[in-house]
C-alpha cells in the first residue's frame, strides 16, 4: 500500500519505538501527527522527520491517559489534518519490577492508565474516522510480555495482555470494513523503557542488556511497523512477535558474561 501523502498519527512519537517508527514512515512521504507530553523531544524528531522526506508534520502534546484531552485533540484538529490513515498505538511504559505483593498501586495506575485506558482512548477517538471514511490502520504496539507473563512483571505484563485482547476484540469489531489492526509485539529493545522502568536509575538499567549480543534497536521494531502498514489494502497482518536471536521468550534470554 503507498501511504505517501497520507496522514499518520504516532503516539509516544518523543523518543524510542515512536520516534523511529516516525523517521521510517517519514521516509515514504507520509504526513505526521506526532504525539507525546515531551514536546522538546517532540521537535526535534519532528525537525528529523522533515529531513528524511515527510510531506507534513504537526506535534501534538498529549497525555494518552487524560480522556478528555485526547478527544479534543482529535476532534480540534484542522480540516487538512483529519484523515488519519495508520494510527500507531505506541505510548507505553513499564514502572519498578518487583513482587506483586510489594507492588507500588502508583506504579500500577500509571501503567494501566498508559498501556491499556491511554490505548483506548485514541483508539476510540480515532477509528471512528476511519470505518466512517472507509479505511484505516490501527497498528499497536504489544509485547512479548503479552503472551508469557514474567516474574516481578505481572502488571506490566497484564498491560500487554490487555493490549492483545483489545488488538483481537477491535479486528472483529471491524470486520466487514477495510480497517486493518496489527499488534506488533517485541521483545528486548534497547531504547529507555528500562530507564524509565526504574526512575533514572542509569547503572540498574544498564543491567538489564549487559551481556545481551545484539538487543533490538527502536528501528528494527519500526521496520515491522511500517512493513506491516505497507502491505497490500488486503492484507492484515494480525500479530507479529520479534525478538533478539539472544531471546527466546519473554524470560528465556542468553547472556555472555
Ligand atoms: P521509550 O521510553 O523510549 O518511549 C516511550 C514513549 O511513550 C515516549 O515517547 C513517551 O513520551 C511515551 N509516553 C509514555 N507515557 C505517555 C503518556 N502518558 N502519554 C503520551 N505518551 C506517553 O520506550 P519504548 O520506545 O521502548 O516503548 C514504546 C512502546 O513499546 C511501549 O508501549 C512499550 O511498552 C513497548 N515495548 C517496548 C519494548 C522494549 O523492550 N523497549 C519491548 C516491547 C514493547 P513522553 O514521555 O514524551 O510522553
Ligand atoms: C518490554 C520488554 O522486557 O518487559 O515489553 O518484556 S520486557
Not at 495506575?109 to 472507509?134: F, Q, S, W
Request: glycine fraction near 10%; charged fraction near 20%; proline fraction near 3%.
Amino acid at each position: 500500500m503507498n501511504l505517501q501523502g497520507k496522514i499518520v498519527f504516532i503516539t509516544g512519537a518523543s523518543a524510542g519505538i515512536g520516534a523511529a517508527t516516525a523517521l521510517k514512515f517519514a521516509e515514504l512521504g507520509t504526513r505526521l501527527l506526532l504525539a507525546g507530553r515531551r514536546t522538546d523531544k517532540l521537535a526535534e524528531v519532528a525537525d528529523a522527520a522533515w529531513d528524511r522526506g515527510a510531506q507534513a508534520v504537526q506535534t501534538i502534546e498529549l497525555d494518552v491517559r487524560d480522556s478528555a484531552a485526547v478527544a479534543a485533540a482529535i476532534a480540534g484538529l484542522p480540516e487538512e489534518w483529519q484523515e488519519i490513515e495508520v494510527l500507531v498505538n505506541n505510548a507505553g511504559l513499564s514502572r519498578g519490577l518487583e513482587k506483586l505483593y510489594a507492588g507500588k498501586v502508583e506504579d500500577w495506575d500509571e501503567m494501566i492508565d498508559t498501556n491499556v485506558k491511554g490505548l483506548l482512548h485514541v483508539t476510540r477517538a480515532v477509528v471512528p474516522g476511519m470505518v466512517e471514511r472507509g479505511s484505516g490502520h490501527v497498528i499497536n504496539l504489544g509485547s512479548t510480555a503479552g503472551h508469557m507473563t514474567y516474574p516481578n512483571g505481572a502488571v506490566y505484563c497484564a498491560t500487554k495482555a490487555a493490549e492483545r485482547a483489545i488488538n483481537d476484540g477491535l479486528r472483529m469489531d471491524v470486520l466487514g470494513t477495510p480497517i486493518r489492526v496489527t499488534s506488533v509485539d517485541p521483545g528486548m529493545v534497547k531504547t529507555d523503557f528500562s530507564v524509565v522502568r526504574f526512575r533514572g536509575d542509569e547503572e540498574r538499567a544498564a543491567n538489564v542488556y549487559k551481556g545481551v549480543k545484539q538487543p533490538l534497536t527502536a528501528g528494527d521494531v519500526a521496520d515491522v511497523i511500517v512493513w506491516a502498514a505497507t502491505r497490500p489494502a488486503h492484507v492484515n497482518i494480525a500479530d507479529v512477535v520479534l525478538t533478539p536471536v539472544a531471546q527466546a521468550n519473554a524470560f528465556m534470554l542468553h547472556k555472555e558474561s
